[in-house]
């Protein structure tokens, strides 16, 4: 194997320790700040995170959300 494939190799490794652990950090940082500084959290509605939160939540009211476990969406 040369350089640039082991490069890559433990690129990819490396990322694979990392995202777990990185989402989980964020996922306690983000809890932890809401808690502590409520109002604090705002989406803007020019954001495009806003729009897809309104259709998340129309999609809700028809009946039309499939909630995931945790498992699923923090891959742990």
Not at 18 to 44: C, M, N, Q
């Amino acid at each position: 194997m040369n350089q640039t494939n082991q490069n890559l190799g433990r690129a990819e490794e490396i990322s694979h320790i990392l995202e777990p652990l990185i989402r989980r950090i964020i996922r306690e940082e983000l809890s932890r700040l809401v808690k502590a500084e409520p109002g604090t959290f705002y989406i803007d509605p020019d954001m495009p995170l806003y729009s897809d939160m309104e259709d998340i939540l129309q999609r809700k009211i028809k009946g039309h959300v499939k909630l995931h476990s945790h498992d699923e969406v923090w891959s742990e």
